[in-house]
């Protein structure tokens, strides 16, 4: 039945789902054995092969997702990347990475590569022709990231896909940001996709896990890594993974509505100085981002007028909440100058365009109305702060 299944939330609600045969219930059964069978069976499955039953039911929703022949799970998201990179890369080899990364993805490569003997460039901008300069001789993969955080820039997949192959490259992607409801890069020649399932598949802030979808011949070679790194994620998480991805379609199609209502009220707004949305005709990457993606996601960023003050605007808010991370149901913001580029020094932070009062919003799936109501009474607040302040002054 599977292979007959195209439409988007199809696959989402039952691509690989384990059909039970016992009692005839509606969702796939839970199989919470690390234990099992070596003699008179086709696999010798145990949860650290990523070969369990719930393991491999969900790996083929994933990959259906992905457009993808293959696909694992892992325990975060981290864990996926991690364990990907290092499958591709040996001592001597080197990567050339798009400038603006995942801050983890970052710190792995500045903290544990040179132990590994692995060098790597950054690129100096998004444009492919300066993927193409950082090209070595030993170059093994190129790595990029769109919409990127937090700034939403946006990379040409398929022209960094056609540079990768020309040199015999592997070309991987981190599709966090999209989820494979928006972009399917596998379609534009990219070789390995990778996702923080704590993201949107999980989507309701409450699971962490990681995936990686490829063709079977990268995968075969990420699982001889992964079996050893030990990363997989424990059967009830996938278990629950399975059931958060069959809304992930309508998830994100609510936050892709919701996210450009709220770019366009914020653009008209004569208190918000920028938005950052792929949405808007005004983003730089409007025209890319149109080519490639099915939607424009549910991530934005924006900085109020200059005389309004970032940290009282958030604290303001009463329905939209302060979060570290993102992508659940629920409307929450960031501080990336505090938090995901904290590490950055603010020359660094400069160069690429994050100013400290740059606000990051992940858009949830509550009623647009509500949302715009909330920004509005924060922004009364700051504002009434603000001119208390200055009568002070004077
Ligand atoms: C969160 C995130 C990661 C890391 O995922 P974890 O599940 O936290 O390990 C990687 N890339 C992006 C873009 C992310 O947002």
Redesign the pocket.
């Known amino acids: 039945m599977d292979e007959k299944i195209k439409g988007l939330n199809t696959i989402c609600t039952h691509f690989g789902e384990i059909q039970d045969e016992q009692f005839k219930g509606a969702v796939s059964p839970l199989f919470m054995s690390t234990s099992y069978a070596f003699e008179d069976v086709d696999v010798k499955r145990y949860p650290r092969y990523f070969n369990t039953p719930n393991q491999v039911a969900l790996s083929k929703k994933i990959a259906a997702l992905e457009h993808a022949e293959a696909a694992m799970i892992f325990g975060?998201?981290?864990?996926a990347?991690s364990t990907t990179l290092l499958a591709f890369l040996k001592a001597g080899d080197h990567i050339v990475l798009q400038k603006t990364l995942?801050g983890?993805?970052y710190n792995l490569v500045m903290e544990e590569f040179h132990k590994f003997g692995i060098e790597y460039s950054f690129t100096k901008s998004l444009e492919p022709e300066d993927f193409l300069a950082e090209i070595k001789q030993n170059t093994k993969v190129i790595y990029l990231?769109t919409p990127s955080?937090p700034l939403l820039t946006i990379t040409d997949l398929k022209a960094v896909a056609q540079i990768a192959k020309k040199h015999g490259l592997v070309s991987m992607i981190?599709n966090?940001?999209a989820s494979p409801v928006n972009q399917n890069p596998i379609d534009f020649g990219i070789d390995v996709v990778l996702h923080?399932?704590?993201?949107y598949m999980g989507g309701h802030s409450d699971i962490?896990?990681?995936a990686v979808a490829s063709s079977q011949e990268h995968m075969d070679r990420i699982f001889q890594l992964a079996k050893n790194f030990g990363g997989s994620l424990s059967d009830y998480t996938v278990w629950l993974l399975e059931r958060s991805i069959k809304t992930m379609g309508i998830r994100v199609r609510a936050q892709n509505e919701n996210a450009m209502k709220m770019a366009q009220f914020l653009y008209e707004h004569n208190d918000i100085h920028a938005v950052y949305y792929p949405g808007l005709e005004s983003h730089p990457g409007h025209e890319l981002a149109k080519a490639q993606m099915k939607g424009f996601g549910g991530m934005l960023s924006f900085e109020l007028d200059k005389n309004l003050n970032s940290s009282t605007f958030q604290k303001s808010l009463r329905l939209i909440k302060s979060s570290m991370?993102?992508a659940g149901v629920e409307s929450t913001v960031l501080s990336p100058t505090l938090t995901s580029h904290s590490l950055l020094t603010a020359e660094e932070r400069e160069k690429q365009g994050i100013v400290d009062g740059l606000i990051r919003f992940s858009i949830g799936i509550e009623e647009i109305e509500d949302l715009i109501a909330d920004i509005e009474q924060a922004l009364e607040s700051v504002k009434a702060k603000t001119t208390a302040l200055q009568s002070n002054e004077i």
Do not use: C
């Not at 975060?76 to 864990?79: E, I, K, L, P, T």
């Not at 923080?196 to 993201?199: E, I, M, Q, V, W």
């Open positions: 975060s998201g981290m864990a990347i995942y983890g993805t990231e955080n981190d966090t940001f923080s399932a704590t993201k962490l896990a990681g991370s993102l």
